[in-house]
């Protein structure tokens, strides 16, 4: 059983970079065919996805994301991290982190973590 779980803080300044951290369990973040994604969701944009980084590490990201957008991993914690700089109150969410497998569907969820960006 393939686990995520979403961490960090859940206010954050405007100006500031998000930094949140998937730890996942029940199943390795290098292993074949699968990616690691961060989504989000917010009442005026709904879903958002953010991006991804693969098994082998080579990230996308969603185009009008792209230049503020940075998602590295830990194998050695089997963690994936979202950094998202120069935050703006339309930045406010709940993200997610999620499994990606090879019909684009997220078979795996975290619960979810809410961030305010808010002075």
């Known amino acids: 059983q393939v686990q995520l779980q979403e961490s960090g803080p859940g206010l954050v300044k405007p100006s500031q970079t998000l930094s949140l951290t998937c730890t996942v369990s029940?199943?390795?973040?290098?292993?074949?065919?699968?990616?690691w994604s961060w989504i989000r969701q917010s009442p005026e944009k709904g879903l958002e996805w953010i991006g991804y980084?693969?098994?082998?590490?080579?990230?996308v990201y969603r185009p009008s994301l792209k230049s503020r957008t940075s998602i590295s991993r830990d194998t050695s914690k089997n963690q994936f991290t979202l950094r998202l700089s120069s935050v703006a109150p339309e930045d406010t969410a709940v993200y997610y982190c999620?499994?990606?497998?090879?019909?684009?569907?997220?078979?795996?969820w975290g619960e979810g973590t809410p961030v305010t960006v808010s002075s």
């Open positions: 999620a499994r990606m497998g090879g019909s684009w569907g997220m078979d795996y």
């Open positions: 029940g199943g390795s973040i290098t292993t074949n065919y699968y990616w």
């Open positions: 980084i693969s098994n082998s590490g080579s990230t």
